[in-house]
């Protein structure tokens, strides 16, 4: 399984952003997909994520109203719709996949299998 995200780039406070995560392999709606981001000198932090599909996306505070995390299973991808971006947002962000994780785990990093390369949001004020 192989998962490459896009999307990332600089913009200013207020503006809004897409990212997509396609994914290659043994995925489907069996699969858990999720994002996490990771900002200069802090921990990787889960961001966003659907258990499987047909499940409600679960978010972080500090996104929740904010950001929608949507799937195509056809295209086998995940977006992260990010809207009113702030400078606290500015981070690498990461896909994430497994087709084991339960769903108390869906928050942690440590629980994930499959990840793709990181795309770099950068939010100027």
């Known amino acids: 399984v192989q998962l490459q995200a896009s999307g990332g780039g600089l913009v200013q406070a207020g503006d809004s952003l897409r990212l997509s995560c396609t994914t290659s392999?043994?995925?489907?709606?069996?699969?858990?997909m999720t994002w996490f981001r990771q900002a200069p000198g802090k921990d990787r932090e889960f961001v966003g994520g659907?258990?499987?599909?047909?499940?409600?996306?679960s978010y972080a505070d500090s996104v929740k109203g904010r950001f929608t995390v949507s799937r195509d299973n056809t295209r086998k991808t995940i977006y992260l719709q990010m809207t009113d971006l702030r400078p606290e947002d500015t981070a690498v962000y990461y896909c994430?996949?497994?087709?084991?994780?339960?769903?108390?785990?869906?928050?942690?990093?440590?629980?994930?299998?499959?990840w793709g390369q990181g795309t770099e949001v950068t939010v100027s004020s």
């Open positions: 392999g043994r995925t489907g709606s069996a699969y858990t």
């Open positions: 659907i258990f499987r599909t047909g499940y409600t996306p």
């Open positions: 994430a996949a497994s087709s084991t994780i339960i769903l108390s785990r869906l928050r942690s990093a440590s629980a994930y299998n499959y």
